[in-house]
């Protein structure tokens, strides 16, 4: 279902909306039918959680803007978040630091997304499961048999494919990654990768890549809904289950496979340090007086600025902070071949490399353009302040 399935053009709102509803409604209701029993009521996990129904509908009606729905939308978000959990769900583990398991699936917290993951149907995840070898194997096929076609399967981690795959071998029966995520993948009614190993290949496959690692959908040529970062929020993982709760389809996706909801817009465009960032107001080294007043961490080698992601909107461990409010510029992390491209330059990326990541121009040819519309827009006085950054950030380089 695309953006614009779910989002009305204008003048068609209200009847589109109803609609809408009454498809949602529909869509819960096979679920509710068609999903195994929950072990325990929804009332009994929050209680015994500690946490307010009243707290539970707040989160809903944020995690329906996030997912850019109306408010009307808020009670279709709770019934869904209820039986989200039913979801029969296998996770596997390829080449990775199981670090997106450890954001996702742990808190010290309970908030809403916590409780979510800590209450989903997991058939099958290697790293949690007690069972080992040939029984930890049977409890894969058993999960297959089970639920064929109805099961999510969330990939975590790179599949290498130097060697016939055989750089990743899993299991009693030593079959490689690849051989594993073929058969799985080809039962599953959606494929979820977590984390940008799963997505890209990431640091697996940064260069010179020796064991030709790649993302799912390069390694198999299947469609995948690429939950990307390095470690990925929990948020974007939730929201996607509750999407596909609500329509019976995945999100409307971007050219590289991640929810346009999440990842539809830049770091950058949301950043707390963007003023700083127009003002022409830089750190200049690491622990400077321009860091300690909360300057941009543009000449730092922040790539906020060819970034997209939600994490300067929903930050991380319950929105408490993010990289760059902890005072580090931001990686890129949810971008492909991010460890090649960006990671290690702790300095703005040239030019060149900058304009084929789609970014915005260089520092100074950004002050330029900002003294251009200022100068057109809101008169002399404000160009002479902003004339003033820019000029100090040109003498100090
Ligand atoms: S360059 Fe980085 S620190 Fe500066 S405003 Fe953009 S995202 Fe924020």
């Not at 009847?15 to 409604?25: E, G, I, N, V």
């Not at 509710?32 to 959680?49: A, I, N, Y």
């Not at 990431?202 to 939950?227: C, F, H, M, Y």
């Amino acid at each position: 279902m695309s953006l614009e399935d779910i989002h009305p053009k204008k003048g068609q709102t209200k009847a589109y909306y109803d609609a809408l509803m009454k498809k949602c409604d529909l869509h819960l209701e096979q679920m509710e039918k068609e999903l195994p029993p929950s072990l325990e009521k929804w009332e009994d996990t929050l209680r015994w959680k500690g946490v307010k129904r009243r707290d539970f509908l707040k989160w809903c009606s944020v995690m329906t803007a996030a997912l850019m729905l109306p408010p009307i939308f808020n009670g279709k978000v709770a019934r869904a978040a209820e039986i989200v959990s039913r979801i029969p769900v296998v996770w596997l583990n390829f080449a990775e630091c199981t670090g997106c398991t450890e954001s996702v699936l742990r808190s010290s917290y309970p908030d809403f997304d916590t409780i979510i993951l800590e209450t989903i149907s997991l058939e099958y995840h290697e790293t949690l499961l007690a069972a080992s070898g040939y029984q930890a194997e049977e409890c894969l096929e058993e999960a297959l048999e089970k639920f064929p076609g109805k099961f999510i399967c969330v990939i975590e981690g790179a599949i290498p494919m130097g060697m016939d795959g055989k750089y990743l071998t899993i299991g009693a029966k030593g079959k490689t990654g690849y051989e594993i995520a073929k058969e799985v993948t080809s039962k599953a009614a959606m494929v979820i990768c977590i984390g940008s190993c799963s997505s890209y290949g990431n640091v697996q496959a940064a260069s010179p890549n020796p064991t030709e690692a790649r993302g799912v959908k390069d390694a198999l040529n299947i469609s995948t809904v690429n939950i990307a970062g390095c470690p990925p929020n929990g948020v974007n993982f939730v929201g996607t289950l509750l999407h596909y709760m609500l329509f019976g389809a995945i999100p409307a996706l971007d050219h590289i496979g991640r929810p346009l909801w999440a990842y539809g817009k830049r770091i950058h465009d949301f950043c707390e340090r963007r003023p700083h960032y127009d003002a022409g107001e830089f750190v200049e080294e690491w622990g400077d007086e321009y860091a300690k007043k909360g300057w941009c961490l543009y000449k730092m080698g922040c790539k906020g600025p060819y970034t997209y992601a939600n994490c300067s909107r929903v930050r991380f461990n319950q929105g408490v902070s993010w990289p760059v409010m902890a005072g580090h510029g931001c990686m890129g992390c949810t971008e492909p071949k991010f460890w090649d491209k960006m990671a290690p330059l702790e300095k703005p990326i040239a030019d060149q490399a900058l304009f084929s990541l789609g970014g915005e121009a260089t520092i100074d040819k950004v002050g330029v353009g900002l003294t251009a519309a200022t100068v057109a827009g809101i008169g002399v006085h404000a160009v002479g302040s902003v004339i003033r950054g820019v000029g100090k950030e040109k003498e100090d380089t």
